[in-house]
């Protein structure tokens, strides 16, 4: 048996089946295109027979997507077949899937129309003939052709191996055992497969696949289970997006075969590292976010916030994390600061961003991140430009202070911004003005010409904390003086004079940074000076 497990991406059937879940002609040509990048064996395009929309897309996949094998949908019926083979026609690297539901409840269901037998045993000789009839049919499109026995999880046993011999002796080259209903447990599932491979006697001529819903949580579980008992193509989709509860996860599959090489002595063709891009492509087009805790491409999914973590991680990553982030392309960087995390952690971080704390400073330093940590859920870089600012300024009375400032905005001309600001040191007040690109331009040259130091500014942001005209805008902003960056954040109802003030205080504590390095300067000189007069 082959060590190979064929990946069959449903994404753009079953997951697309998800309530809510439709998209566009174009998304699913941009998924489709994603797909192909990350390497799966078989993409399910759609469903031809259920809508004009399903069959324009199965073709325009077939037409452009190149690499993997192009799957469309038909239930065992002429028409359904016939429309699935038209669909592909664009593409020879094709596969018809086919399927009739097998099990007891599906049969009385949906077969109890006298047309299709008197009783159980008529209505199920006549679907192995529907399942037979279209696979042949299928067989005269393509050689690929794909038998589901649609509920398989609850079918009788004896029934379904008749089922599934029919099957490949009329030509199946793929059969499908789903779990329709997500109503197995990974034995049991696990059993269906080697009783079936097991007494079967052309099944050595199939590939058997899986096919599970998550109804119970135990999609991917049960697919694992499969493929343990000798099935060698796995039907899932990204994000586990589908029916009900949802599909199989492809992303959690992959890895896990990959994770546990060992165990399975199997592999996948998958490119992980273009997991984590599949997965924010699937959330934006079927409108699912996929919650933070979710394996392999939630956010928090390589995370670490508590302080033994951090600290055990930053020492060597395999005592808290069997994979690596990169591997699925999610960010290295996954040391995430909050009320649990250590010194150690908070630290290591500032250093990461090259800030140097002195040790007088970092029993004070980290109190502060402490008690910030308990207000805020997540602290991030701006929080911690912030925190070390304020060491670098606490004792610092600021150097310069917004007297005045004018703004006139006229339509037809530029911007004009006059501010007046007092320079502690010099003891004097400044007038400057300036025309801008907006009155935020103009009033930020303005300032740069009152203040006169040499600064970057890194980035400005507004955000309105309340609603309404006179909402309260909070303006956040960062600038730069070499390697250094400096953090200012002001709030008001008028944006302008938040933004004034915002900046201000930024290049204050550049201002008292500045200072406290001259004085710095001043006693190393001394130093120095009074070794080179004393020489030992
Ligand atoms: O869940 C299911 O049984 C299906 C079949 C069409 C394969 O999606
Ligand atoms: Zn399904």
New binding site residues.
């Given amino acids: 048996m082959s060590d190979q497990v064929f990946i069959f991406d449903t994404t753009l059937r079953?997951g697309e089946q998800a309530p809510g879940a439709s998209m566009t002609l174009a998304e699913k040509l941009k998924i489709g295109k994603q797909l192909a990048k990350l390497n799966v064996d078989i993409i399910e395009a759609g469903f031809p027979i259920s809508s004009p929309q399903d069959a324009e897309s199965v073709r325009a996949i077939a037409s452009e997507i190149q690499g993997p094998v192009i799957c469309a949908?038909a239930r065992a019926t002429e028409m359904d077949v016939k429309a699935a083979g038209e669909s592909l026609s664009p593409s020879d690297n094709t596969r018809i899937h086919t399927?009739i539901a097998t099990s007891d409840i599906h049969l009385d269901a949906k077969f109890s129309h006298p047309r299709f037998g008197k009783n159980l045993t008529e209505r199920r000789e006549t679907v192995i003939r529907m399942a037979v009839d279209a696979i042949k049919q299928a067989r005269t499109y393509t050689d690929n052709v794909e038998f589901?026995a649609?509920?398989a999880g609850r079918t009788e046993l004896n029934y379904l191996c008749e089922m599934v011999h029919a099957a490949i002796e009329a030509g199946a080259t793929t059969i499908?055992l789903?779990d329709?209903t997500g109503y197995c447990i990974p034995h049991e599932y696990a059993d269906i497969f080697t009783r079936v491979i097991n007494g079967v006697p052309n099944s050595d001529k199939a590939i058997f696949s899986t096919?599970c819903?998550d109804d119970l949580g135990l999609a991917v579980a049960n697919s694992l289970a499969g493929v343990l008992a000798g099935a060698r193509q796995i039907?899932c989709t990204i994000n586990g997006i589908g029916?009900r509860a949802g599909n199989a996860s492809l992303e959690e599959i992959v890895m896990a075969i990959h994770v546990r090489s060992q165990k399975f002595n199997l592999h996948t063709g998958i490119e992980s590292k273009a997991l984590m891009e599949s997965s924010k492509m699937v959330q934006v087009a079927s409108g699912f976010p996929v919650p933070p805790n979710k394996a392999i491409v939630g956010k928090n999914a390589f995370s670490h916030e508590a302080g033994i973590h951090q600290h055990g991680v930053l020492k060597r990553r395999d005592t808290y994390e069997i994979m690596r982030a990169e591997d699925v392309g999610q960010d290295a960087e996954q040391i995430r600061l909050g009320r649990h995390s250590g010194r150690h952690g908070f630290f290591s971080r500032l250093e990461k961003m090259r800030i140097q704390i002195p040790e007088p400073d970092r029993d004070d330093l980290y109190t502060r991140f402490l008690a910030l940590a308990d207000q805020k859920k997540e602290i991030f870089e701006e929080d911690l430009y912030n925190l070390v600012n304020y060491i670098d300024s606490k004792d610092a009375k600021p150097e310069y202070v917004l007297e005045r400032m004018d703004i006139s905005v006229t339509s037809g001309q530029e911007p004009l911004a006059e501010v007046s600001i007092s320079h502690r040191r010099l003891n004097k007040v400044h007038t400057e003005r300036a025309t801008g690109d907006g009155p935020v331009d103009a009033l930020y040259r303005a300032i740069n010409h009152a203040v006169g130091t040499a600064h970057e500014l890194v980035s400005y942001s507004i955000r309105s904390e309340t609603e309404g005209a006179d909402a309260v805008g909070i303006v956040r902003v960062l600038t730069a003086s070499g390697d250094r960056h400096f953090y200012g954040e002001a709030q008001h109802t008028d944006v302008l004079k938040a933004s004034a003030e915002a900046y201000l205080m930024s290049l204050n504590r550049l201002a008292a940074h500045s200072n406290e390095a001259d004085n710095m300067h001043f006693v190393t000189d001394g130093i120095r000076k009074s070794f080179e007069r004393n020489p030992a």
């Fill in positions: 079953d949908l399927f589901s649609e509920d499908n789903p329709t096919h819903h039907e029916e």
